[in-house]
């Protein structure tokens, strides 16, 4: 990695101390932003950066744009060359994460819809530290917002004001993270990662109208349980106490992979974490981000 850390701001390369936006942009005068969080992985064996699941993480930023009705659109090859671009400027050749966020920026106006500006962000990221011990959650008291709201599957910064007060509440309760449950009173997700749970061996996980983000992590779970680990997986409504009673449960997410859980409010897992479900999907994940499982190249984007 270069000395100085480069963000790409529309295309340009600019060091990190200079990558600003006015306050009076509408992105931070009405949190009109949307976003991806990308990961690439190191393959020692490839000498080679890929990056997971690109396209999947760029068409899903088209449709946050969309949806936000944004005055601008971008092809897709655009947005891929630009995410390829920053890890390229920084000289990166190791496990990273990347930030891609699409900006309104010009007039303040709540109505304002552009000009978009693509800012991207590229650096290492911190080890997960509950990977073999698992995260003491706690179910918050806030609710995850609604469609009707302020649609969770697009992933707009605006939502994670939610998640944020539902962490919070969480760290003064004395847990490391949050799940939230719908206005119906069903599992949503953790503000920052979708949920799994095995339950009487029954793998099992919250359907996509219960509030959660369409994660990609999760879509990819669940074709690596059906596909390659020959486990199908049960895409439905989870109540609260179904949470008490599973013997395993796991949160997923770009930023977080597959990180087990050990507790939900005080209440240990019938199976210490990280159970044997658990990890065997993970390990499957991981050889999957770097390259190492035969049949899924498609999901590789090679930097280098």
Known sequence: MSGTIYIL???????????????????????????????????????????????????????????????????????????LKAIRVNELRQDIHLRMTALITGTTAITTSAPVLLAVTAGPYPPNQWVDRGMAVGVSSWQRVHDSSSPPRIKATANYSNGRLAMLEAKENGYDAALMLTREGKVA????ATCFLVRNGQVLTPACTDGILESITRDTLIKLFNEELKTPVQERSVDRTELYDAEELFLCGSGWEVTPVASVDRIPMKVAAPGSITRRVRDTYLKAVRGELPGRQEWLTPVW
Request: glycine share 4%; hydrophobic share 45%; charged share 25%.
């Open 189 to 192: 997700e953790a503000p920052v």
């Open 9 to 83: 701001m529309d295309g340009e390369a600019v060091p990190q101390d200079q990558a600003v936006i006015p306050v009076t942009a509408p992105a931070v005068a009405y949190a009109s932003a949307v976003f991806e969080g990308i990961r690439a992985y190191w393959s020692d064996r490839d000498r080679q950066m890929y990056v997971f699941r690109l396209d999947d993480h760029l068409r899903r930023l088209q449709f946050s744009m969309r949806a936000m009705r944004y005055g601008v659109q971008y092809e897709l090859d655009a947005l891929r060359q630009q995410v």
